[in-house]
């Protein structure tokens, strides 16, 4: 039987994100391929395992933050936007105690992506 081609890319994904021990990836694609295969790699016999195309790697999509919209969160009050340069590198957001920056950080973390 054909491997399910999106399922094994998502298996291997799950592998690199996770880093694996290659002992045990051996494992999880023995399992994945069929009850033989993962026999023999108990076993500690020479297995065909699949194995992931380079050019199927997914790369991750860059992500930058335009604004934040806060309201009522914290200590933020009313709504309150801060404005970002959307860009590569870091980026600093520097303020007097008590202005909001730890909320705007929090907020961050707890968004939803707008729709936009």
């Known amino acids: 039987m054909a491997p399910d081609q999106p399922l094994l890319d998502q298996v291997f994904d799950r592998l690199a994100e996770d880093n694996v021990a290659d002992d045990v990836v051996d494992l999880v694609l023995g399992a994945y391929v ?13 297995v065909d395992l699949p194995e992931r195309a380079p050019s199927t790697r997914r790369r991750p999509q860059p ?17 309150q936007t801060l404005r970002l340069q959307p860009h590569a590198g870091l980026t600093l ?5 008590g202005s909001g920056k730890s909320s705007y950080a929090e907020a961050v973390e707890l968004a939803q992506p707008s729709k936009s």
């Open 63 to 79: 992500l930058y933050l335009e604004s934040i919209t806060v309201a009522g969160f914290r200590g933020v009050g009313p709504q």
């Open 34 to 46: 069929g009850d033989e295969q993962l026999a023999a790699v108990l076993g500690g016999q020479p």
């Open 93 to 97: 957001v520097i303020g007097r105690n």
